[in-house]
């Protein structure tokens, strides 16, 4: 099981999704692709741990972190 950790305001949401079912592996690939248009930043993990920004969707990412792009001066 993979999951989609959305970061925003409130906290995050996380949706998973099994990167062996044609269905939910589509919906996540349409996430990732509608957050990323958006203005979110996508991040997946290496092996050793390493968070590294990618802009592409990977279905054998574990786990995939969106954070929202910031705003300030």
Known sequence: MAT???MDHSGDSRHNFD???AKT???AEERFKELTRSGFT???R???GEPVI???FDP???ETLFFPRLVGG
């Open 4 to 6: 989609q950790i959305v």
């Open 19 to 21: 990167p062996k079912d």
């Open 42 to 44: 996508a991040a997946v």
């Open 54 to 56: 990618t802009r592409r």
């Open 46 to 48: 290496t092996p050793s």
């Open 25 to 27: 592996l589509l919906k």
């Open 60 to 62: 054998t990412a574990e």
